[in-house]
């Protein structure tokens, strides 16, 4: 079963014609490992759904240090959403940790999408939501939680992607030096 249709009914169940019809709004592409999707300070013109691979967003600060908001898998949606929602230029990158497939829709695109099937809409609250609570619940990890209790949780929230990124990467990702991650190591 493609991807695309698995992930949305998850959610609610599509015919075949909805599902041509809604897959008819994406646009796949692919991307090698070390491409950007996004680049501070470029328009954000998707919104992407990761088909393989896996992505970093990223937050170069004005030293120059990168700073990784989150990683996408397979399944997840990713993009720098302020950007995208108010057709601004993009103040994170997105880059490719792996060879990556994705599947995008552009703004305009995705309004006719949610036009033509309002259940489209639920379905993107719904994944909006899940993202906005997982990124509240990184942030409270950040202001409240030791390095190891940190390392705990994303170890039981996401086993795979401890083979799948660098230490020097997980440490960025914890806020912990790359030694103290290493400790953690078993």
């Known amino acids: 079963m493609d991807e695309l249709r698995r992930h949305i009914e998850e959610i609610m169940p599509l015919t075949d014609l909805e599902f041509s019809t809604i897959n008819g709004f994406f646009i796949s592409k692919s991307y ?23 992505l970093k967003l990223i ?13 996408a898998m397979e ?9 995208f929602y108010h057709e601004g230029r993009a103040t994170m990158s997105l880059k490719c940790l792996e060879d990556t497939q994705v ?42 939680s030791s390095a190891e209790e940190r ?4 170890l039981k929230r996401y086993p795979s992607l401890m083979q799948r990124v660098s230490k020097s990467q997980l440490a960025a990702y914890l806020g912990v030096s790359r030694e103290t991650l290493s400790r953690f190591y078993s």
């Open 103 to 144: 599947l995008c829709i552009g703004l305009e695109d995705y309004h006719r999408l949610c036009a033509a099937f309002p259940r489209m809409e639920h379905f993107f609250l719904q994944k909006a939501t899940s993202g906005h609570i997982a990124s509240q619940q990184r942030i409270l990890s950040l202001l409240g």
């Open 151 to 154: 390392y705990s949780m994303l």
């Open 75 to 83: 399944d997840w949606w990713e993009t720098d959403y302020y950007a």
């Open 32 to 54: 090698k490992k070390g491409a950007y999707l996004i680049q501070q300070g470029d328009r954000v013109p998707f919104t992407f759904f990761v088909v393989s691979g896996l």
């Open 59 to 71: 937050y170069n600060d004005a030293s120059g240090k990168e700073h990784i908001l989150s990683f």
